[in-house]
């Protein structure tokens, strides 16, 4: 597509409840990234994707978040036994290969845990 | 680990006037430096991409400077408008494969 496409854009779930987050980047993207933004907060990296694996996810807070990019395109963020404090907006961002390269973000999922 | 601050935190001027927003960073081995804009309950839409080996970028009203040894960037902004108004980021890309981003400037311009 011609942009990095986000969904659900806003997601509301109850404490302890399951969620995913859908990312659909540029077509040929090799790279996929996701971030968290708290409030009042620039974005902070979560997982880093080339291809179908996942080449760096140090930024996943705990074992609760989890992350799959099966075919090399469409990427699912997971959040299990979700919490208030899982409450952010998540952006996805996508770029080509090659660490000249500038990313291009989506436009997020709010995700509020109640 | 880098570490980016942005200068100042909120900002509010008269429509017209010619503005600098700061950026600085830790870690002068970067790849690149990326601004971005963010408007309210949005995602973020880039401005400006400068490459370490580049001293400065221009777009429109729009002018970013790098100045790597120092760890600096710097965002003008000419003639600025209410259309402006918006949180401004400046994000790293170091040497791992993420960004480092600040916390970002809101830029509120008064008609």
């Known amino acids: 597509g011609a942009g990095v496409s986000q969904t659900p854009s806003n997601k509301v779930t109850e404490k302890g409840k399951y969620v995913e987050l859908r990312c659909d980047p540029i077509s040929g993207h090799t790279a996929l990234y996701w971030y968290r933004q708290s409030l009042g907060q620039g974005p902070e990296f979560l997982i880093y994707f080339q291809g179908t694996g996942a080449a760096d996810d140090s930024g996943l807070p705990n074992d609760r978040f989890f992350a799959v990019r099966p075919e090399g395109s469409v990427s699912t963020l997971k959040i299990q036994r979700t919490e208030r404090g899982d409450s952010a907006v998540y952006l996805c961002?996508?770029?080509?290969?090659?660490?000249?390269?500038?990313?291009?973000f989506g436009s997020g999922t709010r995700l509020t845990v109640v | 680990k880098q570490e980016v601050t942005q200068i100042p935190a909120a900002l509010s001027v008269p429509e017209g006037e010619n503005l600098v927003l700061n950026c600085s960073f830790t870690d002068s081995a970067i790849y690149n430096l990326q601004w971005f804009r963010q408007d309210p309950g949005k995602g973020l839409t880039s401005l400006l991409l400068i490459q370490s080996s580049q001293r400065e970028q221009t777009s429109g009203r729009l002018n970013a400077s790098l100045d790597k040894s120092s760890g600096r960037s710097t965002l003008y902004i000419a003639a600025s408008q209410p259309g402006d108004s918006a949180t401004y980021l400046c994000a790293v890309r170091s040497g791992a494969n993420n960004l480092f981003f600040g916390t970002g400037t809101r830029l509120t311009v008064i008609p």
């Open positions: 961002a996508s770029s080509s290969s090659g660490q000249g390269i500038g990313y291009t």
